[in-house]
């Protein structure tokens, strides 16, 4: 079907710019080839190409104007701090230095920091395993798989102030929705205020993030799965390998690359996130910060928070951190596990 | 090279997304888009070419109030002057500070900036964005006192007009008390009696709090049984010169006092919220809640039919004296960048009137205007919590005034994670009294070094 | 092939169908998780419609009669500009995703078909948007917002949208571009296009990638709550998640009025969902292009 349709295209394009002559058959014009070879050959000077310059413009300039340009400066601020007269001067890395080792400033930035990485971890060891797994059984032929895939994806299109909202709302002591629910199945005495206790805060909010976010990873290890050629599948049954054997031995190293996406993907997002702690804990991510992240300790430093005054200087301190944090992680994906991945062929 | 095997590797997954969506649909999106932005320009044209009445907004962090201003207070100014409309435009508590920032710094903000006291004011003024109130007509209707939480540090020049104080206290269900026949308090042994009755008969939860939202357990606990054990001024002005700590005397005393609450709160309380507390005590599911004034309004509006008492904060063996929580709490300023001077400021003449004080006392219970001005309070409740500014010395909360100048530690937020912890059992009250005294003492001057 | 054609080929061919045990295990599990996925959703829809204490008392039953009311929504009418908050977003969304898209494919375009010397610095140069969080540059773009007067605008937020998606979708539209065949367009050429024709009559061929970076970038724009927060708070430019948020805000201890303000941002996101969910999903599982 696509075949025709850019013959169609073909047919179209040479309508528009070339008259048919008498045959039907689309006139050449050997004057236009020889004076083409002719300019390449003789004349070095080529035009300037002003049209690459007018598509490439209108980009560059809204990504440099809004997202290297304000990024520069929010790093520049981060080596800048108030003087004693008020004006700014500049400091050099003497703000990293004092987020580093002043203790003040490095207990909550390595508490935020530690709670990140458990936040990515629940992710990484929950939502892109049970995502995995949710694929797999979506990629063999059910009936209504389609059904499953809708219904699996919805939370993800939810904002996330709804879904902090709605779970804050279903975990709420006062409301006793969950202790309905574990009162059915028996387990009420194990009901907690989870959100409330500093050991249960970050991975109650870690799988509110799970459940919210497990489509992505979900569709995108489908359309690797089902990218698998059947034939290997069907060779691998034919000689007696079970379901185990076939995800490890076949479809697992196949979708290598997508599980290396999908975790790069994680990090970045995780390391980013703040919306949905914002949302359920508020700025001050209780019980006594057990649920700050490094994108809570951002707002918090930067904007201030009830009387708390804003810092804007360390705030872009904190920021410029997490920037190398992110880079970091990307750049181990892209050169170590790249560099793995180039030894697999498909 | 790197970037074409990220091509391959990356672009087949990725790439593959969403191949189905139909140019009719994009086509529809471009001329629904047209027509909107064709009825966005023409509102636009519409609204300029509109009324010449002068519009003002107030911003603010009472977003409970939000109804009474609508109905009750705004319609009589309004009516007074009639060619100036004004919109009362609150944001929640806890984001108003950082959003009223942002706005301020974007010039974006409303002509009226309802003032927190003291510091985070003070702040505001100096970065030039409230005016000086010294020439408003009205002014000196206001004690210096009152004054003294939005004036400057030598108290010369005042830049909002104060509103209104808020008054600490208990708030109590008085069918509960009467069928469980229990007697107010007015000692600890006796409240703490109380709240062991209320929880041996089982039906109702004996205090009424979370700690989730954390600031309760400051404001609401530690600030509120406090003052009567570091002896209110004299404790409070101690911490400021350096003659008193956090961690002795009655500021530690004070900490645990607060543990002793901590059997009696709803299950589940570290999840409560501060609305949610509000919900239980308003459906009645609740004896006593440790409240601020400013409650009495908000239960009166979700719950007219509740019976609502009050008792001021017990005293203790070694503090006999009461003293109450008398903190100035709200004022209204000027914006420097408002457009409609003019009008702002015959609105805050307005605000600085006794038919504003009268207007407001009554329509908000529990918020007790500054003014030196006669007013009557209909609301018995309201009236109680006046009552005790006779019957007890007063002073207010002791992170406001200079000990919250620093960004890192903040005192006032460490306060509140202190509260919390020691009724959440995760701190022990000189754990909680360490934590604070240690983190105001590494950057405050005066109490540098103790 | 697509997902379809895939799965209905598999039937006809000598893998042996996996036996009703199997398969009913997987139905259980795959409804367990959509159940677990629907049932926040459905509980915050059902009780918004239900009285006050029936909210309390019975969480799961559904309005009757007599605990059916509209309370919250009458509450949320007269306090909250929903439909205003809709138009915005609605508005701040179709315009970002209308830039992104022509803006990206004019670079991407630019990218794949011609060799000059910067092509792979700016490539590389506009693929570092991809891994960098807009967000962490907050600072500069509210100071920039300021400079340039457009704080509390569309404007804003649909040029920081715009900026936000144009990397991942200058990728994956100029990696798209790549594999297109150059006959087509030399033979344009040779006739007599302007290369700006070339590119207009290119598009068409790379509607699958459109309809890619569409669904990528739209749900993270819809859904945003940072940048309307902090550059775009005011009453009139307020979004659908921000009006949200801050009446949920105001009106915290109304239950009625809160679960009435969160159907309505749920509600109508979801119904668009699932009305072209089959697009979306198909799109985001259909197979090799070639």
Known sequence: MRACWRAHLRRKLCELTVPASADGQPARNPSHWVRSILAGSSMRRKPFPWHILVFLAPAVAIYTLFMIYPLIGSLLLSLQNQGPDGATVFVGLQNYLTLFTSKTWSEPFWNAFWNNVEFFLYHMLIQNPVGLLLALLLASRIRGGWLYRTLIFTPTILSVVIVGFAWRLILNPAWGVSQGILDAV?????????????????????????????????????????????????????????????????????????????????????????????ATQGALAGPNFASDILGTFFFRTFFGYQLQPGDPYMGATVAGVMLLIILTGVLIYLFAWQRRLQNIQF | MVLSTFNCVCVSPIYILARGFKTEVKEMSKRIGLFLITAILLGFVGSALAQNKVRLTIESWRNDDLKIWQETILPAFMKKYPNIEVVFAPTAPTEYNAVLDTKLKAGTAGDLITCRPFDKSLELFNAKHLVSLNDLPGMNNFSEVARAAWSTDD???????????????????????????????????????????????????????????????????????????????????????????YNEGGFLQAFEALAKWRPFLPRGYQALSYPDAQNLFAQGRGAIYPAGSWDIGVFRQMNPKLELGAFKPYTFETAR???????????????????????????????????????????????????????????????????????????????????????????????????????????????????????????????KGR | MGLMERLSTRSKRTIPRPNWPVTLAIHAALLAYSALALFPVLLVVVNAFKERLAIFSAPYALPNAQTFTLEGFRTLQANANFPAYFLNSIVVTVSALFLIVLVSSMAAFALAEYRFRLNTLIGLYLAIGIMVPIRLGTVGILQLAVELNLVNTLLILILVYTAQGIPLAVFVLSAFMRQLPRDLKDAARIDGASEYRIYWLTLPLVRPAIGSVLAISMIPIWNDLWFPLILAPGERTKTVVLGASVFLGQFVNDYNAVLAALTLAIVPAVLLYFAFSQQLIRGITSGALK
């Not at chain 1, 050991?199 to 290890?221: C, D, E, K, R």
């Not at chain 1, 007696?240 to 999908?262: D, E, K």
């Not at chain 2, 107010?184 to 939860?205: D, M």
């Open chain 2, 321 to 447: 004296q009461c003293v109450i929580n008398d903190h100035p709490d709200i004022a209204i300023g000027l914006n420097a960048a408002s457009k409609n001077k003019e009008a702002a400021r015959t609105f805050l003449a307005w605000v600085a009137s006794a038919e504003f004080a009268q207007l407001y006392a009554n329509a908000l219970p529990g918020f007790f205007p500054l003014a030196n001005v006669q007013y009557t309070i209909a609301d018995p409740v309201a009236q109680e919590f006046l009552s005790w500014r006779k019957q007890c010395q007063t002073s207010f909360r002791t992170a406001y005034q200079i000990l919250s100048r620093n960004a890192n530690p903040n005192n006032e937020n460490d306060l509140w994670n202190a509260s919390a912890q020691v009724l959440n059992g995760t701190f022990t009250p000189k754990q909680a009294a360490d934590y604070v005294q240690t983190r105001l003492a590494s950057w405050y001057g005066p109490q």
């Open chain 2, 155 to 245: 108290g010369k020049t005042t830049f909002c007009v104060p509103m209104a104080s808020v008054i600490h206290g208990f708030l109590y269900n008085k069918a509960i008390f009467r069928e469980l026949n229990l007697q107010v308090p007015s000692t600890e042994a006796q409240f703490l009696q109380v709240l062991r009755r209320v929880q041996q008969s089982g039906r109702y939860i004996p205090l009424v709090m979370g700690t989730k939202d954390q600031w309760e357990a400051a404001t609401m606990g530690y600030q509120n049984i406090g003052p009567t054990l570091w002896r209110g001024e004299v404790g409070r002005k101690g911490l400021i010169a350096g003659t008193q700590k």
């Open chain 1, 186 to 278: 028996g387990l009420g005495s194990l009901n907690q205020p989870w959100l409330g206790l500093e050991s249960t805060a970050l991975p109650t909010l870690s799988l509110i993030s799970v459940w919210q976010n497990i489509g992505i990873p979900m569709l995108l290890f489908l359309a690797a799965l089902v990218r698998i050629p059947d034939e290997l599948l069907e060779a691998a049954r034919v000689d007696g390998a079970g379901a185990w054997t076939v995800f490890w031995r076949i479809q697992l190293p196949l979708i290598l690359p997508t599980v290396g996406i999908v975790a790069v993907l994680t990090f970045v997002g995780n390391f980013n996130a703040f919306d949905l702690i914002y």
